[in-house]
């Protein structure tokens, strides 16, 4: 069964903290993609990645394709980064997108 | 460019009614995707459309149903509503077919009484 999980489900940090969100999925994927959602629903598209990393202002992703790991790292966070990360996997070139549940990141100030 | 807008955004419905969302992607794109979540099962694949055909279909009943016009503005229908089908419904569009990074919607929170 192609599976994606994510973890934690729930993160609470302070400002400025460096946080890791993880993404394991269980088969080999075409790509992988990192979204943000905030209250009220609106999905942004994070970063679209395959192998390697990429970086966007204090946002970094990262792939290890032979351990099907994916990690999302924000450095100096900030309350305006509260919101829900959500992992979403493809498989093969014309498959669909399979998400994982999503972890819920709350910056306090 | 304006992004991609999602009509209605609100809806309430009775069960066993039938409800038609639409989704105008952004100029250029061709291909429009659909997603369901709910909080108990996330966010679910309906269907991919690219030129007013579909390519790709999730593992929904076939009371959920898809178009898109010449255009590329798509619609999804839903027919004898079930309390179930309550959730957020989000579109998202891209440039190269649903393989590529897409552009999401507000989304339209339907809620079935």
């Known amino acids: 069964k192609n599976e994606v999980e994510q973890s934690p489900q729930n993160l609470t940090a302070q400002e400025g903290e460096f946080i890791t969100i993880n993404c394991s999925y269980s088969?080999?994927?075409?790509?992988l993609h990192w979204l943000q959602q905030h209250p009220g629903g609106g999905i942004v598209s994070l970063f679209m990645?395959?192998?390697g990393k990429k970086k966007h202002g204090r946002l970094i992703a990262t792939i290890n394709i032979q351990e099907k790991h994916s990690s999302l790292h924000i450095t100096a966070s900030h309350p305006r980064d509260s919101a829900v990360y959500i992992c979403?996997?493809?498989?093969?070139?014309?498959?669909?997108?399979?998400f994982g549940k999503g972890t819920k990141l709350s910056v306090k100030p | 460019k304006a992004g991609v807008t999602q009509t209605p955004r609100y809806l309430i419905k009775t069960r066993g009614q039938q409800v038609t969302l639409s989704c105008s992607p952004i100029?250029?794109?061709?291909?429009v995707s659909w997603y369901q979540q709910t909080p108990g099962q996330g966010l679910q694949f309906l269907f991919e459309?690219?030129?007013?055909?579909?390519?790709n279909k999730g593992n929904f009943p076939g009371r959920f149903s898809g178009r898109q016009f010449s255009n590329s503005r798509s619609e999804m229908n839903v027919s004898t509503l079930e309390l179930g089908d309550s959730a957020l419904y989000l579109c998202?569009?891209?440039?190269?077919?649903?393989?590529?990074?897409?552009?999401f919607g507000p989304g339209t929170r339907l809620t079935v009484t």
């Open positions: 100029s250029g794109h061709r291909s």
């Open positions: 990645l395959s192998s």
């Open positions: 459309y690219f030129s007013e055909t579909q390519r």
């Open positions: 979403a996997v493809r498989y093969g070139s014309q498959g669909n997108l399979i």
């Open positions: 998202a569009s891209s440039d190269q077919g649903a393989t590529y990074e897409q552009y």
């Open positions: 088969v080999g994927i075409s790509a």
